[in-house]
């Protein structure tokens, strides 16, 4: 169908931008060129936030880019990518259509004979391990069963390019291990006809045991931060040195993208010079990786607490930067250690705690601020209104409502000041409450 | 005991029920020829109705027909408003609030126009009395469906709707296989309720005056305002028996069947421990002659109809895609052009005529209008009270004991269908023997058709406080009055405020048939906007009937827009279980 020259997707200087609801333009993605050739398995990885589906649906074509090129087979594209097929991460079955049915959707704009579309669904069927569970409606089958549907559905239709949108992330660890494993045979054995794939992910592991090029992107806006060509023959041995080597060096790669060593070099209890966002974590967030820190000697791999508390890289590192916020961890590369601080923090009892934490706050710019802003009004409060509009001009890129509630929440922990839901204002905590 | 045996006898014996299904399609098709016959005879503005209550099944079947025509024009309806209001954005902007404001018109704003254009329209046969009686049931059911559908529409999950596109289903098989289904249950039960909001102006639909014309249809609404016209009171008592049976019938035979089928359309994830039934629907799936039907008829007539329709469309979009650029867009724009035109020029039309009508009125005429609106909105006001008062308690204790609600809410459901003007007249005798007037007794008129809707909404929302947090109330030994203000008050308030809403629209529509109540040869007229609007319905006097139905529209729509809506803000943000 096409020679290996031409490639199969093709993104030049791909720009996006998303309107919120509040009417501010947000960028997710900024200046992504990469091109899909055949034969190879490409890794979309990045912490949440990176754009990566996006960056998946407008290669497909299910979104227009804000500006930028997309091409397929070197032609611009003409609405839906004609030889791509997606997997989706909440596998998307019509819960009305049996198992049988889902799969021939593919199929039916091809008007195929009936004999044909038969033979090809039961192919399908029998690739990905549902015999038998034809007739069922999704609702009656397991999480792992139900994306073995969406596999087939995507692979009856025998794309060029197969799509796949964190495709195991919804599934129980062991289910998939399991499947992303029989997927990666269903291509290296030859038993369907797909030339690419390309998928999404956060999981650096999964991104090492499958690709064979691993595009990485930084956040905020989303843009490609490296791809790296990753040649280890299959299968993969997840413990081999040349595997974690490469996990070490993505992590290098993203940590270093997302914690600059520089924040480190500030002098603690120094308050900031530059006002900085928080992450979206919670106090408890916080104390729980002290608590883990605690159990670990006070050290550890940024990767195995991802592993340890059980979420996305991301995520991980939002709490890891929140507490380093507060100075009670640091980050050297991506190891996490405690702080004199942290470990003081840990030991104390809820009162210290709570004073403790109070001291770190006032170390932080943001928090010195909105405090002096309290101070200077008349009743010692001030409204919820006011507080976010200062925040949506200080940070254009955050989503201020939710920082607003993060912040509440260290201050509400610390006893810094407090905040009334009801008449939706902040006030300063001196003991008694004003007056609502 | 021996029911449930006889059931069993009948699911084993397969085939029996084939011979039932043949009489009813048989009596159906009867019935149906019957119809057709009086639809097209000649017009007969004022048909006399024999009030034996032998007649009375060939009047339901007649009104019941009328209640299914009405449903049918209410979907096609809903779709294609629904559809385009969901899908283009400009649109959207206009057709919703239209919607919010069509659903404020009491059902005697239409009639007018509607009986002297289509009369005029078929001068000869009956066809047009019976469009216009159909059209006002209409009226009474389609907004909420249409509402229902909009929604469903834009709630559809990204990754659905973006498989539609990665398999190319098209625009007809995405109807089909996406769409439609998606919203399958919100219509449905929607449906259920729209029907009973059909039945609720049944009497005025059949049978009504406009100036010095009479107007009447064969029908059970029509039968029901002669016997009160002539204060036959077991005439009255047969219609209500008739009515409620039909209610029962159609609910049993034809709208259980379809919740129930509609079960395999629900957008769970996991099964669903119990899920309504039905046993028409087990037994209609015994049936030979309807599997064959079904299996050799039906469904290859439907997959070569759809495949047929889908290539169609398929052709149509692809040609539209071949066309050059500059030519397409030009007949974009063209026709966006003639679109806009058209709408403009309608709008100054009816702006004109609405002028024209609303500038013979003069400043006491409005002044007695705005007067009679005060009236009408402390009695709205007065019978929510009343209902939320009496209702909370009921449907509280029903929705907190599970056995209860089982059997209860059924019945609940049918008594809400039940078109509650039909039991003015008797209320009326009942409220003047304790010596109360129509003034006050309106009121009670106006309650006894919206208690409902609180009752089902506090029943619902009483079910739906989780069993954990009553446990904690339990627990923490609350004393009654705690518990209520704690826990039960709270957890049915967002429910609560739905009821409200309900009722303060079906409160204010009600108005009209409450404030103006036919009794024996007199009429009894409470002073309010209703009793205005009805009245100058029958006196055919169109500058103060437009007047005060639009005072009325834009009170609803004022109070839900800078009232409920609000309300509903608190509720959701604030007294909301889900999170």
Request: charged share 20%.
């Amino acid at each position: 169908m096409n020679t290996n020259n031409t490639p199969i997707a093709e993104l030049n200087n791909i720009c996006k931008q998303f309107r919120l609801p509040t009417g501010a333009e947000i960028k997710v993605l900024e200046n992504i060129s990469l091109q899909i050739r055949s034969g190879e398995i490409v890794a979309l990885l990045g912490p949440s936030g990176s754009g990566k589906s996006t960056l998946m649906r407008i290669l497909t074509g299910l979104i227009a880019p804000t500006t930028g090129e997309v091409l397929a087979y070197g032609k611009p594209l003409p609405g839906f990518h004609p030889r791509a097929s997606i997997v989706f991460q909440n596998f998307a079955l019509y819960p009305w259509l049996t198992v049988y049915e889902n799969i021939a959707m593919g199929l039916e704009w091809l008007k195929l004979p009936d004999d044909e579309v038969r033979k090809r669904v039961r192919q399908a069927v029998d690739k990905v391990g549902l015999e038998g569970f034809e007739e069922a409606y999704p609702k009656e089958l397991s999480g792992g069963m139900k994306q073995r549907v969406g596999i087939a559905r995507a692979i009856v239709v025998q794309p060029e390019l197969l799509c796949m949108d964190e495709p195991f992330s919804a599934l129980d660890v062991l289910t998939a291990e399991n499947l992303r494993a029989e997927v990666l045979s269903l291509w290296l054995d030859h038993k369907v006809e797909i030339t690419s794939v390309l998928f999404v992910t956060h999981d650096i592991r999964e991104a090492v045991f499958l690709a064979n090029r691993i595009v990485v992107l930084g956040s905020n806006p989303g843009s490609i931060r490296i791809i790296l060509q990753n040649d280890m023959p299959h299968p993969r041995e997840m413990r081999s040195p040349a595997f974690l080597a490469m996990i070490d060096r993505i992590h290098d790669i993203i940590t270093n993208a997302i914690i600059p060593d520089e924040i480190a070099a500030v002098t603690p209890t120094a308050v900031q010079r530059h006002i900085e966002p928080l992450p979206y974590v919670s106090p408890g967030e916080i104390l729980g990786l002290l608590e883990i820190l605690d159990d670990q000697n006070g050290s550890i791999d940024m990767f195995e607490l991802a592993q340890k508390i059980g979420k996305d890289f991301g995520s991980t590192i939002s709490v890891a930067k929140a507490a380093e916020l507060l100075d009670f961890v640091d980050t050297p590369k991506h190891n996490v250690i405690f702080t004199d601080i942290g470990k003081k923090f840990l030991a104390s009892d809820m009162n210290e705690r709570k004073i403790l934490f109070k001291r770190q706050l006032l170390s932080l710019r943001l928090y010195v601020v909105i405090s002096g802003m309290l101070q200077k009004s008349a009743r010692l409060n001030l409204d919820e209104e006011i507080i976010l509009e200062q925040l949506a001009i200080v940070f254009p890129d955050e989503d201020v409502e939710k920082l607003f509630d993060t912040m509440v929440g260290w201050a509400r922990y610390g006893e810094l000041f407090g905040y009334n839901a009801d008449d939706k204002v902040l006030y300063l905590d001196t003991g008694q409450e004003t007056a609502g | 005991m021996s029911l449930i045996r006889a059931y069993v006898r009948l699911r084993r014996s397969v085939g029996w029920i084939d011979p039932l299904v043949f009489l009813a399609l048989g009596a159906l098709l009867y019935g149906l020829v019957g119809v057709g016959k009086e639809w097209q005879s000649v017009l007969r503005p004022k048909v006399e109705i024999d009030l034996s209550p032998w007649a009375l099944p060939k009047y339901t079947f007649f009104s019941l027909v009328r209640g299914f025509v009405a449903y049918a024009i209410s979907l096609v309806f809903t779709i294609v408003y629904g559809y385009v209001a969901a899908y283009n954005k400009k649109a959207e902007k206009v057709m919703i609030p239209l919607l919010d404001i069509l659903q404020s018109i009491p059902v005697l704003g239409f009639l007018p126009t509607l009986v002297l254009a289509l009369v005029a329209v078929f001068p000869r046969s009956n066809i047009g009395l019976e469009l216009a009686a159909v059209i006002m049931i209409f009226t009474g059911q389609v907004w909420n469906m249409t509402f229902s559908f909009y929604n469903s529409l834009r709630s559809i999950p990204t990754e659905l709707r973006e498989t539609a596109r990665v398999y190319k289903l098209g625009w007809w098989r995405q109807f089909t296989k996406l769409e439609l289904p998606y919203a399958a249950i919100g219509l449905v039960w929607n449906s259920m309720m729209s029907m009973a909001g059909g039945w609720f102006f049944l009497t005025i639909s059949e049978a009504f005056v406009l100036g010095t014309k009479e107007f009447r249809l064969p029908g059970i609404g029509s039968y029901m305002s002669v016997a009160i016209s002539q204060g036959n009171v077991p005439a009255m008592v047969y219609a209500i028996i008739a009515m409620t049976t039909m209610i029962i019938v159609v609910d049993q035979f034809f709208w259980r069947p379809i919740v129930a089928w509609a079960q395999k359309y629900k957008f769970e994830d996991t099964e669903a421990s119990e899920s309504p039934k039905s046993f028409v629907l087990d037994l209609l799936h015994q049936s030979r002659f309807l599997k064959l039907v079904r299996e050799d008829v039906w469904q290859p007539m439907y997959s070569s109809l759809s495949t047929r329709v889908a290539n169609g469309v398929v052709a149509i979009e692809k040609q539209e895609r071949t066309l050059p650029p500059f030519i397409g867009k030009f007949f974009k724009t063209l026709s966006g052009w003639v679109l806009m035109v058209a709408i403009i020029t309608v709008i100054l039309f009816g702006a004109w005529k609405l002028f024209t009508l609303l500038f013979v009125i003069n400043g006491s005429e409005w002044l007695s209008i705005f007067l009679h609106l005060l009236f009408t909105f402390a009695r709205v006001l007065a019978a929510v009270v009343l209902g939320t008062l009496v209702m909370i308690p009921i449907g509280v204790a029903i929705g907190l004991n599970p056995k209860l609600s089982r059997v209860l809410q059924p019945v609940v459901q049918v008594c809400a269908s039940f078109p509650a003007p039909m039991l003015f007249p008797l209320v009326i005798l009942v409220l003047s023997r304790a010596g109360i007037g129509i003034e006050l007794g309106a009121v009670v008129l106006m309650l006894l058709g919206t208690q409902w809707y609180i009752l089902f909404n506090v029943i619902a929302g009483a079910m739906a406080i989780p069993q954990d947090l009553r446990e904690v109330g339990n627990v923490s030994r609350l004393t009654q009055w705690q518990t209520w203000k704690r826990l039960i008050l709270p957890g049915i308030f967002p429910s609560l405020v739905t009821g409200w809403v309900t009722a303060t629209g079906g409160a204010w529509n009600a108005s009209i048939v409450a404030e103006y109540v036919h009794f024996g040869d007199r009429v009894l007229i409470a002073t309010g906007l209703g009793s205005t609007i009805t009245n100058a319905s029958d006196t055919g006097n169109f500058g103060v009937l437009t007047a005060s139905v639009l005072v009325m529209a834009g009170t609803v729509v004022m109070v839900n827009k800078n009232f409920w809506k609000k309300l509903y803000h608190i509720a959701e943000t604030q007294f909301s279980l889900n999170k």
